[in-house]
Structures are given as structure tokens and as C-alpha cells.
């Protein structure tokens, strides 16, 4: 049944291959069981309830990519997407976690739609891939600022908008030895670094008193809290259509780079330099996206941590079957996670924010008018804790410093009615 399903042997790989490959990479992405439900409890949700989509999420998302794309790619919340929903859409705009979760579900079936129909290429060729890398690099930064912001590193101050925190205090010592011990892990190969480093700084603290231990195995939380209660309509409001955007446009590109990445990883490119199967892989996506909603959790997206799996030999989609087995197993670990404090987490998304930025080496410094819109939207998404606003800053400077420099031949029809469609969003509709 498994040969028949999956493919193996044309894959050149077999069971044991497959399921060693599943939890390597359940390993190297788990540390989102702890994160996710931190990042979310802050807009109010019930942090059990949270990990218990988070869970449910990732495990229809990996076992739905391995049945119709046949593709070793895990799925799970996003890490940047997360964020952008708890720090931007809810605590910073004013919405309610309801309203953001409907606003994930419609972009998540307009992600659906777009794959059906095959017009992310379209969208995706007319999007500078330096404004790609830009991105990423914000979103990079963004997790950077809350990372220090949660390890008590940085905090507000009305004269000087930030300052240093103390750095005697337990949790800046223990969050800042986390990270460092994340990333020698990582540059040791070793697998399940953030992992790790995760658990390993919740049992310190833990022992020092600083946190309480909650145990380790029961019965799953309720799902009630956050089941079924999103909320489309308010999403709907012309307000939100950039915050929709915004949840649709980063999956998309963040997706895609994704699927990319593993694929020629595993050797799944074809000759062409194309991805076979993509559409399917995308309407994967999508649909672990709007279960995610439904469920309770922010956008669910294909995960790089993948690679990790295909580097232990994961051919086919037997391997995503195993993470997502894997996550349904986790649900049993409910007590661990609400153990888990935010600075124990912060080590996490600081390392997430290193492997974002390095998109920013592929930049031509040498081109002002390349250089100068990708500083200002990576720099736009901390500033103005909003990747909303770093993506629409992005796009309008980026349109007008080529039109007013006299290289209008390097704008696009999509890339200008984006860029108007952001100055009558910013202009008129502000958040």
C-alpha cells in the first residue's frame, strides 16, 4: 500500500528511510509547539487551546502535502506570520484575535483560488526579487525585536522609544546562553538545535525558581476557545484588505521559496528547473491554512526545516505523513509547553531572525534605487511593528524611485497598481 501510495522505490528510498527522515524533521521544527502558543496567548487566546491547533494544524497541513503532492515538505503555523498577527494586526491595529483569524481563512482561500487558477506566477514575476529578499529580511527583524523585547533585552522608554533592559536579571542571562547554545548546536549539525535550546533554558529556569513546572504528560486541552471562532465578517472591513494582503502575500512568496528550496534539495526539480507537482504542493498549503483558521491558529505554511528530513534521505510524502503522526502525539505534551516561558522561546525567533537576513547578501548595494527601497521596507517592519506597512513602503519606493530616476522600464503593470492600491490604503485607510 505504501509502495502504491508514495512511490518509493521509483524515489530510491524505502520505509525506514522515510519514517527516520519524518522524525528528523518533526525534531528540527517541534520548537513551534512552545512558540506558537506564546506568540498567540499575548492577543488573549487560550495558550492551551493554541497548542492544541498548533498541533492539529501542523498534522492535516504535513499529511495533506504527503497524500496529493507525494512532497517530503512538513507543514505548521509560520514563524514571521505568527508575529505579524499577534504584534501588528491584534495589539497594534486593535483587532480582535477573531477578526484575524478570519482574515487568515480568507486569505487562505484566496491563496486556494489563486493556485487553481495559476495566478501566483503572475503575481510572484512581477515582484522584484530584491523586494523578495527585503521581505524576508524584515520579518527577520521584526522576530528579532520581539525576541529581545521577551528576554527582557530591550524595553520601552518615552524619551528614546527603546533602551536597554537590566541585564542582571535571570531571564536576559538564561535567554541570551539559550541562543548561544542554539547556535553552536547548529553549527555542529546537530539535529533539533532550537529544540534544544528551548527546553534546555525552561529546565534551567525551572530549577533556579524563576518558572514553574506544569509536568509533562496529559490528556489534551480543550480546543473549544479558539474552534470555529473566527470572525469573517468584521475581516471583511476595507480596513483590513492590507492585513489580508499581507497574510496572503508573505505565505505566497515564503511558500514558494520554500518548496523550492527542498525540492532541489531532494533532487524533486525537473529538468526544466521547474517543480513538478507545485500547484498540487500549493493547494496543500492553502487548505492546511484554512483548517489552521478554523482550528484556531494563524497561517500555516510549509516549513524549511524540511531540509533537514531530505537530508536524512526523506524522498516522498511517507515522510511528511510521519511529522504530521508525530504532532498528533504531541498533543499529549500540553503541560510541557505551558511550561515553557517566553524568554525560554526568544532564543528561537532570534535564531529564525539570523536565517532570514541572509537573503540580504543576493542585494546589488552598488544600485542605489535597488538598495534604498529594500533598507527601507527590512527596516519599515521593526520601526513600525507592522510587516503590512514594511510591505506597502516597500512597494511605493520601490515604484517611485525607478520612475523618478528614469528606469520606469524596470516597473510592471501588477508592481504599479500594487503600489497605488498601497498609497490609497495608507492615505485613506490607515490602521
Not at 515553557?340 to 541572509?358: E, G, I, N, R
Amino acid at each position: 500500500m505504501l509502495e502504491r501510495l508514495f512511490q518509493l522505490k521509483a524515489h530510491n528510498t524505502n520505509v525506514r528511510t522515510e519514517i527516520l527522515a519524518g522524525i528528523t524533521t518533526f525534531l528540527a521544527m517541534a520548537y513551534i509547539l512552545f512558540v506558537n502558543p506564546s506568540i498567540l496567548g499575548d492577543t488573549g487566546m487560550d495558550k492551551g487551546a493554541v497548542f492544541v491547533a498548533t498541533c492539529l494544524a501542523a498534522a492535516i497541513g504535513s499529511a495533506v502535502m504527503g497524500l496529493i503532492a507525494n512532497y517530503p515538505i512538513a507543514l505548521a503555523p509560520g514563524m514571521g506570520l505568527n508575529a505579524f498577527f499577534t504584534y501588528t494586526v491584534v495589539l497594534h491595529m486593535g483587532h480582535t484575535w477573531q477578526v484575524a483569524l478570519g482574515a487568515v481563512f480568507i486569505s487562505a482561500v484566496l491563496f486556494f483560488l489563486l493556485s487553481i487558477f495559476r495566478i501566483r506566477e503572475w503575481i510572484i514575476n512581477s515582484i522584484p526579487l530584491p523586494l523578495r529578499s527585503a521581505i524576508a529580511a524584515g520579518i527577520g527583524l521584526f522576530l528579532a525585536l520581539i525576541a529581545m523585547k521577551n528576554a527582557g533585552i530591550v524595553i520601552s522608554n518615552k524619551d528614546t522609544l527603546l533602551s536597554m533592559g537590566d541585564l542582571t536579571q535571570p531571564k536576559v542571562v538564561l535567554a541570551s546562553l539559550g541562543f548561544a547554545l542554539i547556535i553552536a548546536l547548529e553549527a555542529l549539525k546537530m539535529r533539533g538545535a532550537v529544540l534544544i535550546g528551548i527546553l534546555a533554558v525552561t529546565f534551567v529556569s525551572i530549577l533556579m525558581g524563576v518558572t514553574e513546572f506544569g509536568g509533562v504528560v496529559s490528556m489534551p486541552p480543550s480546543l473549544a476557545p479558539t474552534f470555529l471562532q473566527l470572525d469573517i465578517k468584521g475581516a471583511l472591513d476595507i480596513g483590513l484588505i492590507s492585513v489580508i494582503f499581507a497574510f496572503l502575500f508573505v505565505d505566497l512568496f515564503d511558500n514558494s521559496g520554500t518548496l523550492i528550496g527542498v525540492a532541489k534539495r531532494a533532487g524533486l526539480m525537473g529538468k526544466d528547473g521547474h517543480m513538478p507537482k507545485m500547484g498540487r504542493a500549493l493547494i496543500a498549503d492553502s487548505t492546511a491554512a484554512m483548517a489552521g483558521s478554523l482550528l484556531g491558529t494563524s497561517t500555516t505554511t510549509s516549513y524549511i526545516e524540511s531540509a533537514a528530513g531530505v537530508s536524512a534521505g526523506g524522498r516522498t510524502g511517507l515522510t511528511a505523513i510521519v511529522v504530521g503522526i508525530m504532532f498528533l502525539l504531541a498533543l499529549f505534551f500540553s503541560p510541557l509547553a505551558a511550561s515553557v516561558p517566553a524568554f525560554a522561546t526568544a532564543p528561537a525567533l532570534m535564531f529564525v531572525a539570523v536565517l532570514m537576513m541572509s537573503g540580504l547578501a543576493e542585494i546589488d548595494w552598488e544600485d542605489i534605487t535597488v538598495a534604498a527601497p529594500v533598507v527601507i521596507t527590512a527596516l519599515a517592519m521593526p520601526f513600525t511593528y507592522s510587516i503590512a506597512s514594511g510591505i506597502a513602503f516597500g512597494f511605493i519606493s520601490w515604484t517611485v524611485i525607478k520612475l523618478l530616476s528614469g528606469r520606469a522600464r524596470e516597473l510592471n503593470a501588477p508592481l504599479i497598481i500594487l503600489s497605488i492600491l498601497f498609497v490609497v490604503k495608507l492615505g485613506w485607510f490607515p490602521a
